[in-house]
């Protein structure tokens, strides 16, 4: 099945993917919550965690700004799911990691730097 | 090549943790072996989280996300409910898991 969002997972840059998934114009909050490390000593794994503390998230969204295609996952969630997922990333070297949610139909986001010493996507 | 899932489901009050750990190379498409030819991408493109057969939560991944992925959400659920992970990669393959809340 192709994925709902593939115009927003084709985008080459962070600009593109956000408009692509209707959030170009997203506040930023600090009701978002993404943790991740401040350095990466292995851009293959690198972890992030989202949260929202906004009411009726609807969406989480995490983009790599400079990786090939930023948009890296989105979670649609029902209300029998809360607003908070962790997994595992690739970077291909040190960039800005956004997360974006959809709550109550409005986008909000929030961003970090990630340093990488070792870089994920190359060989 | 695709894998086994390995899910833990714990009772944390009146919500449930989850984690999911998928064995998967996630193939981005755009490393190169050692010849110079590109390796076709073969990733996981859906992750469908279910309680009872209801889905609660679906996931649309990328390239990027690491080779055999960690997945870790939380549920409204209680001790006895079924928690079924499916996922599906760009190729069409699936994979699919359920837990019983103990």
Redesign the interface.
């Known amino acids: 099945a192709a994925r709902q969002m593939e115009n927003a997972f084709q985008a080459k840059k962070l600009e593109e993917a956000l408009q692509a998934l209707g959030a170009a114009n997203a506040a930023e909050s600090g009701d978002v919550v993404l943790t991740a490390p401040d350095i990466a000593e292995n851009g293959a794994v690198v972890p992030m965690e989202i949260e929202s503390k906004l009411p009726n998230t609807e969406a989480i969204a995490l983009f790599i700004e400079k990786n090939p295609n930023p948009l890296a996952a989105v979670f649609h969630l029902t209300p029998d799911a809360l607003p908070r997922v962790k997994t595992r990333v690739k970077m291909g070297q040190s960039s800005d990691v956004v997360a974006v949610v959809k709550a109550g139909g409005k986008y909000y986001m929030t961003k970090k730097e990630v340093k990488v010493t070792l870089g994920g996507c190359g060989g | 090549m695709a894998g086994p899932m390995r899910i833990r489901a714990q009772v944390n009050g009146d919500?449930v943790n989850v984690r999911a750990l998928m064995a998967h190379p996630?193939e981005?498409g755009?490393?190169?072996d050692s010849s110079g030819n590109p390796i076709p991408a073969h990733y996981i493109?859906?992750v469908i989280?279910s309680?009872n057969g209801?889905?609660?939560?679906?996931?649309?991944?990328?390239?990027?996300?690491?080779?055999n992925?960690?997945?870790?959400?939380?549920?409204?659920?209680k001790k006895g409910d079924k928690i079924t992970l499916k996922w599906?990669d760009n190729k069409g393959e699936s994979k699919e898991e359920t837990v019983e809340v103990k």
């Open positions: 919500e996630m981005t755009f490393r190169k493109t859906e989280a309680v209801k889905t609660v939560l679906t996931a649309e991944w990328s390239g990027a996300i690491s080779t992925p960690y997945f870790e959400f939380d549920v409204k659920a599906i």
